[in-house]
């Protein structure tokens, strides 16, 4: 008997996604972890290009880097919490390479959701994602 076809997790909870990485190999990486989960992701390099992208797109989740170029993810996150009435429905999951205490209560103090620590895993990716697409479900209701 054939195994049943798994159901993507973005079918089970679309999300439209934003990933903040400066670091073209992370990105690739990044992108086809998502694929592999069903999304669809749009890529920006940099903090001020989070800002402008999401002035023009409501996203659902972003996989926010912490160390970027021109202005960091810490203070992405603030300005976009600030600056946005429904921020508190978007979902920012900070990637980071330093994994200490410290740096998780960073990004939270920033208002960051979640935390992943690089480099990706699949599994955590997912379990993340799966928290995450809770979140957007549970806001919208």
């Avoid at 996203?59 to 170029?69: A, G, H, K």
């Avoid at 976009?80 to 921020?87: G, K, S, V, Y």
């Avoid at 994994?99 to 699949?122: F, T, V």
Wanted: charged residues 25%; hydrophobic residues 45%; contains cysteine.
């Amino acid at each position: 008997m054939p195994a049943q076809p798994q159901v993507l997790l973005a079918v089970e909870y679309p999300m439209r996604i934003l990933l903040a990485e400066d670091n073209l190999v992370n990105q690739k990486v990044a992108k086809l972890l998502l694929a592999r989960l069903g999304y669809e992701t749009d890529v920006v390099a940099d903090g001020l290009e989070v800002i402008e992208a999401v002035h023009r797109r409501r996203y659902d989740c972003i996989l926010m880097d912490v160390q970027m170029p021109n202005m960091d993810g810490l203070e992405a996150t603030r300005q976009i919490r600030a600056q946005f009435p429904d921020a508190n429905l978007l979902q920012i999951i900070a990637l980071t390479a330093h994994a200490r205490e410290s740096d998780h209560k960073a990004c939270l103090l920033a208002g960051m959701d979640d935390y992943l620590p690089k480099p990706l895993r699949p599994v955590q990716l997912e379990q993340k994602l799966r928290l995450a697409g809770a979140r957007v479900r549970q806001a919208a209701i």
